[in-house]
């Protein structure tokens, strides 16, 4: 009899918390001196994740406790920003994050520096927008932070016209220790259920904030980070660090 309930979520979930805690430590820590590196250096590390993996991008920016330097990239910016129709954008018969050939466009909607940095997430790893991004940020000498599941990319075939998938351009690479197809839980049946690539996400996201302000700390470096609205001066402080990246906005 198969276990479907809260409590048995729970238990398989925390053991795939620990293995990413235990096996991913260390890439998370190498993650976080490339963002603290890049954000002590006046660099802002730009975030982007195709499909449900944009809620990393959510994670690390606009909240209490968030380091300002962060920059969340959005696909349907396209479609805010008049690069495209809605009609183009939701496209069943050409799925957007699949797309290669557009990264061009994507990189020059933002004002991206020399000194900045990238965190690309994709779970699969193999679609083609993430992987052109990544081509791109390479190709202008820019580090590559990838979030992905190592067990299921390397299970199937790339989407993008390189044969690449995008754990291969990564500076660094942390495995969110998730099964292939995300769905955690057997049913007994074909399906799975409980995808959990939003949780490691959010599990990674946080981790890399407090290792990136544990070594700015060390740096005697002042963490730009927001203050909730419940302290003294907060609005003064989170109006002056908006201003001083307004390019993140």
Do not use: W
Request: charge should be negative.
């Amino acid at each position: 009899m198969t276990n479907i309930n809260m409590n048995y979520f729970y238990e398989e979930l925390l053991k795939i918390l620990d293995t990413l805690e235990t096996k991913q430590g260390d890439n998370i820590v190498k993650a976080a001196e490339i963002c603290a590196e890049t954000m002590m250096n006046d660099g802002v590390v730009h975030v982007f994740g195709s499909g449900h993996s944009v809620g990393v991008g959510f994670e690390l920016r606009n909240r209490a406790g968030c380091l300002v330097p962060f920059h969340h990239i959005r696909t349907d910016d396209f479609v805010i920003k008049g690069y495209t129709t809605i009609e183009d954008f939701k496209n069943p018969n050409d799925i957007f994050e699949r797309r290669s050939g557009i990264s061009q466009k994507m990189y020059d909607m933002y004002n991206v520096q020399k000194n900045d940095a990238f965190i690309i997430i994709s779970n699969s790893g193999i679609n083609g927008l993430v992987i052109d991004m990544a081509l791109k940020a390479k190709e202008e000498g820019q580090k590559v932070i990838v979030m992905t599941s190592m067990q299921h990319t390397t299970a199937e075939d790339s989407r993008h016209p390189s044969g690449k998938k995008l754990y291969q351009l990564g500076d660094v690479v942390i495995d969110n220790c998730g099964p292939q197809g995300d769905a955690l839980i057997k049913t007994g049946r074909l399906e799975k259920i409980c995808s959990i690539s939003s949780i490691t996400g959010a599990f990674i996201a946080q981790s890399l904030t407090t290792e990136i302000c544990r070594i700015m700390k060390e740096k005697d470096y002042q963490p730009p980070v927001l203050l909730a609205s419940n302290v003294e001066g907060y609005e003064e402080h989170n109006r002056s660090l908006r201003q001083k990246y307004l390019r993140c906005e």
